[in-house]
């Protein structure tokens, strides 16, 4: 995984917990902001299925060059 969706993940992931916990009291919200944990959800999904695929490119291109130096 890059390094950039690395620390976008972390972000994503401390979110969630903001979904939940109000950071300037550190209390339980009443209503807790749904939309954001699912925001969070989403884009952590996003970013594993892009960096698979950008690493599954990555290995079929490798092999391809293997191919044809032999």
């Given at each position: ?24 009291t550190g209390k339980m919200y009443d209503q807790p ?38």
């Open positions: 995984m890059d390094k950039y969706l690395l620390v976008v993940m972390i972000f994503l992931i401390v979110t969630i917990p903001i979904a939940f916990i109000s950071p300037t902001l749904i939309p954001l944990f699912y925001t969070a959800i989403a884009g952590i999904s996003i970013i594993v299925i892009y960096s698979s695929y950008k690493e599954r490119k990555q290995k079929q291109k490798d092999k391809l060059n293997r191919r044809s130096k032999k």
